[in-house]
T-cell receptor, first 109, second 112 residues
Framework: GQNIDQPTEMTATEGAIVQINCTYQTSGFNGLFWYQQHAGEAPTFLSYNVLDGLEEKGRFSSFLSRSKGYSYLLLKELQMKDSASYLCAVRDGDYKLSFGAGTTVTVRA | TAGITQAPTSQILAAGRSMTLRCTQDMRHNAMYWYRQDLGLGLRLIHYSNTAGTTGKGEVPDGYSVSRANTDDFPLTLASAVPSQTSVYFC???????????FGPGTRLTVL
């Protein structure tokens, strides 16, 4: 099976930066995804990494190190609307996604 | 554009009864997926279909069946529901297996 670990909860202040770490052990690797999920809603796609390095998309950035089985999602200039769960997902050798349990981020004023 | 829709939004079901959760997408995506999401466990893949006419088992397929008669529809059937199938069920689709997945709004199912 797959093993994907991320912290359960994080709290940060509006305007600050938060980094959500994700470590993984999977059978094969074909990319890592980050999704955002607001309470009671569907997950929505945030970012995708398949090569080592940093991918930047506005206030959100995602980093991947395949040799370390490690990724992080960086949220900058936090806004209240960023309060949500952030899901790390790895696409394995069979091209199926395995998800971590998610990190709930609470942004405080 | 509707995207991907699921029905019903929520359902309470007696144990032992059967139920079909519906999923329809209008994006002409080849691949479709069913996940269940439980507190503390994250999303787990139940069944998937890489293209119309084919299906495969995911991580937790027992007690569930699927069919993919056409590109747009991917129903999930519980033949005889049990309380452990109480969960939120998400359907997703993607253009192909190499693309990001788009999720439907979910069905909240309670089995009593």
């Amino acid at each position: 099976g797959q093993n994907i670990d991320q912290p359960t909860e994080m709290t940060a202040t509006e305007g600050a930066i938060v980094q959500i770490n994700c470590t993984y052990q999977t059978s094969g690797f074909n990319g890592l995804f980050w999704y955002q999920q607001h309470a009671g809603e569907a997950p929505t796609f945030l970012s995708y990494n398949v090569l080592d390095g940093l991918e930047e998309k506005g206030r959100f950035s995602s980093f991947l190190s395949r040799s370390k089985g490690y990724s992080y999602l960086l949220l900058k200039e936090l806004q209240m609307k960023d309060s949500a769960s952030y899901l790390c997902a790895v696409r394995d050798g069979d091209y199926k996604l395995s998800f971590g349990a998610g990190t709930t981020v609470t942004v405080r004023a | 554009t509707a995207g991907i829709t699921q029905a019903p939004t929520s359902q309470i079901l007696a144990a032992g009864r059967s139920m079909t959760l519906r999923c329809t997408q209008d994006m002409r995506h080849n691949a479709m997926y069913w996940y269940r999401q439980d507190l503390g466990l994250g999303l787990r893949l139940i069944h998937y279909s890489n293209t119309a006419g084919t299906t495969g088992k995911g991580e937790v397929p027992d007690g569930y069946s699927v069919s993919r008669a056409n590109t747009d529809d991917f129903p999930l059937t519980l033949a005889s529901a049990v309380p452990s199938q109480t969960s939120v069920y998400f359907c997703a689709s993607s253009p192909g297996t190499m693309n990001e997945q788009f999720f439907g709004p979910g069905t909240r199912l309670t089995v009593l």
